[in-house]
């Protein structure tokens, strides 16, 4: 079973950059769907990212398109989110998942799709 720790977040101002990785254990990631979620005090979790693990294909919420970018570093076993041009919007507890199912073009951006996950870490972006 894969275990999930997700590290670099931290307090930063608008406009500034923060990467967040995801480091794994008991499993090698490539043989994974990866997501990267957030979560908002009194909000729904939501999606932000994901890579597929067979075509490496990444897709992005809107609110990320453009200033988010998700990678993989297999020889590292680690999935990393650089996020730039930080808004007080994207404060959130971020969390990545895995899931080791078939890909669904129609459901990736789900949580229920992903079994595994990490603890999450902090985001907070002052204006």
């Known amino acids: 079973q894969v275990q999930l720790v997700e590290s670099g977040g931290g307090l930063v101002q608008a406009g500034d950059s923060l990467r967040l990785s995801c480091a794994a254990s008991?499993?090698?990631?490539?043989?994974?769907?990866m997501g990267w979620f957030r979560q908002a005090p009194g909000k729904e979790r939501e999606f932000v990212a994901a890579i597929r693990r067979s075509a490496g294909l990444i897709y992005y919420a809107d609110s990320a398109k453009g200033r988010f970018t998700m990678s993989r570093d297999n020889a590292k076993n680690t999935v990393n989110l650089q996020m730039n041009s930080l808004k007080p919007e994207d404060t959130a507890v971020y969390y990545c998942?895995?899931?080791?199912?078939?890909?669904?073009?129609?459901?990736?951006?789900?949580?229920?799709?992903?079994?595994?996950w990490g603890q999450g870490t902090q985001v907070t972006v002052s204006s």
């Open positions: 008991g499993g090698t990631l490539s043989g994974y769907n």
């Open positions: 998942a895995a899931d080791r199912s078939q890909f669904n073009i129609y459901t990736y951006m789900n949580p229920r799709e992903y079994e595994y």
